[in-house]
T-cell receptor
Framework: DAGVIQSPRHEVTEMGQEVTLRCKPI?????LFWYRQTMMRGLELLIY????????DSGMPEDRFSAKMPNASFSTLKIQPSEPRDSAVYFC????????????FGPGTRLTVL | KQEVTQIPAALSVPEGENLVLNCSFT??????LQWFRQDPGKGLTSLLL?????REQTSGRLNASLDKSSGRSTLYIAASQPGDSATYLC????????????FGKGTKLSVKP
């Protein structure tokens, strides 16, 4: 398996623009997680899905952030409008279980908002 | 507040040395604990997963221990190699299997040839 795939790997945009990050989980994994990593706050869970349904979005910082999972092989994280403080590395991870087994992480998308 | 702390933030050792990375957590009622490795520009790779009922886990040159009563875990790396250079993160899961992972900020390890 190719592992978790994320695109783009790097994104540079200007404040106010819409940003869409994409994730393809490992086939057969029914849990998908979006994380954000910054120097100040470390790695934080934003939202997770089970069988394509959002279960817990309490980590989403503001209404400017939204996530969807239209099918088992694709998810998006959208920021509209983007702000400089959104600059971070965004990771997608997938697993076959909520917490009993490990999560497999993608390589991340490094987002820079100017 | 449930927090995970990793000290030191950075560590540099010569090749061949045995070393210990530390992780401490504020609440002893954990479900499980994981150690991850993160290489620059890459995602996290799980190294070891310790369930709350276990005291340690081993994989090759790596050994992770868990002491819930003291709120501590250690990752022991034997005979370190330059290829071990990476950031090591500790993550604790509370609230059963449905709880979220709470990550430490990691220890950046550099192994000098």
């Amino acid at each position: 398996d190719a592992g978790v795939i994320q695109s783009p790997r790097h994104e540079v945009t200007e404040m106010g623009q819409e940003v869409t990050l994409r994730c393809k989980p490992i086939s057969g994994h029914d849990y998908l997680f979006w994380y954000r990593q910054t120097m100040m706050r470390g790695l934080e869970l934003l939202i997770y899905f089970n069988n394509n349904v959002p279960i817990d979005d309490s980590g989403m910082p503001e209404d400017r952030f939204s996530a969807k999972m239209p099918n088992a092989s694709f998810s998006t994280l959208k920021i509209q409008p983007s702000e400089p403080r959104d600059s971070a590395v965004y990771f997608c991870a997938s697993s076959t279980s909520r917490g009993r087994v490990t999560q497999y992480f993608g390589p991340g998308t490094r987002l820079t908002v100017l | 507040k449930q927090e995970v702390t990793q000290i030191p933030a950075a560590l540099s050792v010569p090749e061949g040395e045995n070393l210990v990375l530390n992780c401490s957590f504020t609440d002893s009622a954990i479900y499980n604990l994981q150690w991850f490795r993160q290489d620059p520009g890459k995602g996290l790779t799980s190294l070891l997963l310790i369930q709350s009922s276990q005291r340690e886990q081993t994989s090759g040159r790596l050994n992770a221990s868990l002491d819930k009563s003291s709120g501590r875990s250690t990752l022991y790396i034997a005979a370190s190699q330059p290829g071990d250079s990476a950031t090591y993160l500790c993550a604790v899961r509370y609230g059963g299997s449905q709880g979220n992972l709470i990550f430490g900020k990691g220890t950046k390890l550099s192994v000098k040839p």
